[in-house]
């Protein structure tokens, strides 16, 4: 049983939540009432109105100036200002495309909201590290995207009027987020089962730490037990985990169209559909006909050949986010929400499989 809280402390939580709500108001660098104003509006007394603005103080959300008053810190004119914690990689080299679609459509609804989102790399960096930046900063209000741990989250909920998460890498659920839907493997496999494909490799996310990619470990999992309950047997070297750094493509795409036997379809990563649609040109391989080939999460350019993917839209997954940001801005009790799942068809899952001896049915 929870012990009930004595009259001291809700007195302190009173006054401290009282002077964070003035304190989130408040431009950086503004001055506060003094210490009897707060007294009088929060009906506490001098000791429990200090051992709040300490506690602040040591949050890092204000200053206290002998002789001079309390300040807000943080940079001027960062009231507007929400940080974007970004862990994916951007660069112009074709890969990521749908996050750099996602980003451009936050950024776009945040300025016709009259607010602006500041993008912060934080591949290699510590919750704690970040959470101090964004204090000192000013900033009380962040985004964080595709975390591979919570305790990001966890940290900065601690310390910010408003921290959410966008697809998060990790399993748990520490604040109002919107995360991938469950059960995208499941999906695959359906439309390919139906489509009488039976002999199914799989390609992943796993890398060298392979908790830093639990929601891929779960999708694996997934196709295995899928598979197993309809009783097609796995291939040990059907299955292949991709490197942190993508380096070993190449080598997991001629691991898979080696096997013996061949896969009559793959699952993979949108991001390395060039990659394999290069290996197979050299080696005369024809996807949509030798091999069926789906990816997850549309890449948006166009393709040749056209591919068969399970997708979100990125711009409905950042409109259905800022509403939500917005909502737990207003203080609005916000229930954390999954997308829902697209296949788009191509031309790289045919809709008819010729398999040795009998012809396959939708």
Not at 321 to 343: P, Q, T, V, Y
Request: hydrophobic fraction near 40%; aromatic fraction near 8%; charged fraction near 25%.
């Amino acid at each position: 049983m929870k012990p009930k809280e004595g009259i001291r402390s809700q007195n302190v939580r009173r006054a401290t939540e009282y002077l964070k709500d003035l304190l989130y108001r408040l431009p950086c660098g503004t001055r506060l009432p003094g210490i009897r104003a707060i007294m009088k509006r929060t009906g506490t007394g001098r000791i429990v109105v200090c051992h709040a603005l300490h506690k602040l103080q040591a949050d890092g959300l204000l200053r206290i100036e002998p002789s001079r008053g309390i300040f807000r810190t943080g940079a001027a004119n960062s009231n507007d200002e929400i940080w974007l914690l970004n862990w994916q990689n951007l660069g112009m080299d074709g890969q990521n495309i749908f996050f750099r679609h996602l980003y451009d459509k936050l950024f776009e609804l945040a300025k016709e909201s009259g607010r602006k989102i500041i993008m912060k790399n934080a591949i290699g960096r510590q919750p704690e590290e970040l959470t101090e930046e964004l204090v000192a900063s000013g900033v009380t209000r962040c985004i964080v995207v595709s975390a591979f741990r919570p305790d990001f989250a966890m940290c900065l909920k601690k310390r910010l009027k408003v921290c959410m998460e966008l697809l998060p890498q990790h399993t748990w659920w520490v604040t109002g987020e919107l995360r991938d839907s469950p059960g995208m493997t499941k999906l695959q496999l359906d439309y390919l089962f139906n489509l009488g494909y039976r002999r199914i490799a799989y390609i992943h996310f796993g890398g060298k730490e392979v908790s830093r990619y639990p929601v891929h470990v779960l999708r694996l999992l997934d196709y295995y037990r899928q598979m197993a309950v309809k009783g097609y047997q796995v291939n040990l070297d059907w299955v292949f985990s991709i490197d942190d750094n993508c380096e070993n493509i190449e080598t997991g795409i001629r691991q898979i169209l080696n096997s013996n036997p061949k896969p009559e379809a793959l699952i993979i990563p949108s991001e390395i559909f060039s990659q394999l649609y290069s290996y197979c040109q050299k080696n005369r391989i024809r996807i949509g006909k030798d091999l069926a080939v789906f990816a997850c999460e549309d890449i948006l350019e166009q393709q040749f050949p056209d591919v068969t993917v399970i997708t979100n839209n990125p711009e409905e997954i950042a409109k259905m986010f800022w509403k939500m940001f917005l909502a737990e801005e207003r203080g609005e009790r916000m229930e954390s929400h999954s997308m829902k799942l697209l296949i788009r068809t191509g031309k790289t899952v045919p809709h008819l499989l010729h398999l040795p001896g009998k012809k396959a049915k939708c």
